[in-house]
């Protein structure tokens, strides 16, 4: 499969995929609980710079730049980097894929672990609702999206709460 074609899979993807992570901007998504341990609430916020980072592509855009312009469908082939390997443009796929319902995983219970530790990837806590796992990082008093991942992640030897996520409009863009 040539480059072009390649990217312009993933455009058709990203096109969907911004739309529906700007959704979850003005947002804040509570998640309380007393069973936690390193914290009784948890808010995650969303913001547009860490968009690009859970697509997986690569490109010389800024991330704000890369998010807006698949928002606002002026993203070419030209701001994609080329692709390396197939399995590099699979995990791109998987990733648009999982971030076209984003916003749908907040609206039921979801399965929250702290200290969410992947690879090499270590996040302060990661959701789950069975088709996508989220990790988080704490920036500030909020947590912000570090990865995504396909399915259901969450290592099954430590605690795993289930939450009613609570959802709240914030004023301003971030």
């Given amino acids: 499969m040539n480059q072009i074609y390649q990217k312009e899979k993933i455009i058709q993807l990203l096109l969907t995929a911004a739309k529906e992570y700007n959704n979850l901007i003005p947002k804040e998504v509570i998640l309380n609980s007393d069973e936690f ?5 948890y808010i995650l916020r969303f913001y547009k710079t860490n968009f690009l980072h859970l697509t ?10 890369f998010f807006e312009k698949s928002l606002n469908k002026t ?17 791109i796929i998987d990733k648009l894929n999982c971030l076209q319902e984003i916003s749908k995983c907040f609206d039921n219970i979801l399965c929250v672990q702290e200290n969410f530790t992947k690879n090499t990837i270590a996040c302060t806590l990661a959701t789950t609702d069975g088709n996508k796992t989220i990790g988080f990082i ?11 991942l396909d399915k259901n992640k969450l290592n099954p030897n430590k605690p795993i709460y289930r939450i009613k996520p609570i959802i709240k409009k914030i004023n301003g863009t971030h």
């Fill in 56 to 65: 997986g592509a690569k490109t010389k855009l800024s991330p704000k730049d």
């Fill in 75 to 91: 993203i070419s082939t030209n701001d994609i980097n080329d692709i390396e390997t197939t399995l590099e443009k699979y995990k």
């Fill in 37 to 41: 341990q390193n914290s009784k609430t």
């Fill in 138 to 148: 704490k920036a500030g008093y909020v947590n912000r999206p570090m990865t995504l």
